[in-house]
């Protein structure tokens, strides 16, 4: 039996499966868990993998890594990192993509150039705080890296000390805001304004389906990609299907044939991990939502569910804006969460638990509306994957607030199927990722009646409008 190995490399944790690469069945799969925060040494990813892996890779033909975004792995000329990692939710380039933006002449010109406007979290921000806020430590970088990249490298055997050529794929460097998924290379005067004027070398980008190597051992290593267009792989997503991840971040994402350029920057002009494109929605808050509302009324997340159930649709006026960590899409990375229309008769448990499942399905909806109306898909059906997904009130309010057919699939880990499968299409020489049975999903049609899921959208479009214009 031919079997591979894919690798989810998640901000909270690495999760590894080992799957029949003709078949996709999963035969084993391992977990360790991350450190947390928003800076992480680059070492405790390897650990983690190692740890997650261990007894799994013995015997595997092959394996890719699909991992967190955005994140900045700077090294120097012996590959051995400058600094802790800084990852996608560190928020503090905030000031830094604003002025990226006016540097380059405005939102539009960026959205042309790469597809995608900074933000906070993309890597070009990242790289000029780093520039301006530690330039000791920038004049030391010589390579710039992402996590998945990172990882790669590693299982290829680079590590300190032993610099050998980093790669990447086009669905993990369409984040950076420096490589263009419209003409497929680097902008690297972007690179170098950023980092005002510094060149540190980049990772060679790789097809979906080229090698980036092999492990000393003689096990072939795949191109990997991001975590997003990993899930979509796993997923085997089609046309007008529009997946909704309520993980730690929250994202609204689709296959597309054309690649999007959002002056906006509501959209990210993503590319994917087959040669195609995912226009893309990302929220800084998602499954925390529920969890720190739990905490909050001092209840586990099934008795939040039981109170949320017992309340009527609208929670009594009570309205949730979920900002809790700042948020990226809207653009509010220092904002705060915040409840709003507490009256004495609605101050109770149920309102406030309710208020918090449509808060997080409201946030998620308006990055379906960004998706749909300026990314040019037009969805068929919602596939709700991530934590929060398993939850069925979550499942049953999102197909009344989305107004369309919510599917959820069984859980899995399809980042990590994703690049499993694309581990085995590597292996292949293919010209087309494997065939693997799609997964069973449970189906919620939206209510006959559309009126209350659009005045509970409506009401919290009111009040986002009233606190931030």
Known sequence: MTTVAGVDSSTQACKVVVCDADSGEVLAQGRAPHPEGTEVAPAAWWDALQTASTGLFEGVDAIAVAGQQQGLVPLDAAGVPVRDALLWNDVRSADAAKDLIADLGGPRAWADAVGSVPVAGSTVAKLRWL?????????????????????TWRLRGGGPGRMLEPTTDRGDASGTAYWSPADGGYREDLLTMAFRGRRPALPRVLGPDQPAGRTPSGTLVAAGTGDNAGAALGLGIADGDVVVSLGTSGTAYARTDRPAADASGAVAGFAD??????????????????????????????????????????????????YLAGERTPNLPHAAGSLHGL??????????????????????????DHLTEIGGVTPRRVLLIGGAARS??????????????????????????????????????????????????????????????????????????????
């Open 131 to 151: 520039a301006d806020h530690e330039p000791e430590l920038a004049d030391r970088t010589a390579h710039v890296v992402l996590p998945h990249d990172y990882l």
């Open 392 to 469: 069925r009130r979550v499942a049953a309010i999102a197909a009344q607030v989305f107004g369309v057919t919510v599917t959820v699939p069984e859980p899995a880990e399809y980042v990590a199927l994703g690049a499993a499968r694309q581990a085995a299409w590597a292996l292949s020489g293919a010209s087309r990722p494997p065939s693997w049975p799609s997964c069973s999903m449970a189906e919620i049609a939206p209510p006959a009646d559309t009126a209350t899921g659009r005045e509970i959208r409506a009401e919290y479009r009111r009040t986002r409008r009233a606190l931030y214009g």
């Open 273 to 322: 991990a087959t040669g195609a494109f995912l226009p893309l929605v990302c929220t800084l808050n998602a499954a925390r939502i529920l969890t720190s509302t739990a905490d909050l009324l001092g209840v586990d997340l099934p008795t939040l569910e039981s109170l949320a159930a017992q309340e009527p649709p609208g929670a009594d006026g009570v309205v949730l804006l979920p």
């Open 343 to 368: 009256r004495p008769a609605a101050m109770r448990p149920g309102t406030v638990a309710r208020a918090a499942f449509e808060g997080l399905l409201c946030h998620l909806a308006d990055a379906l």
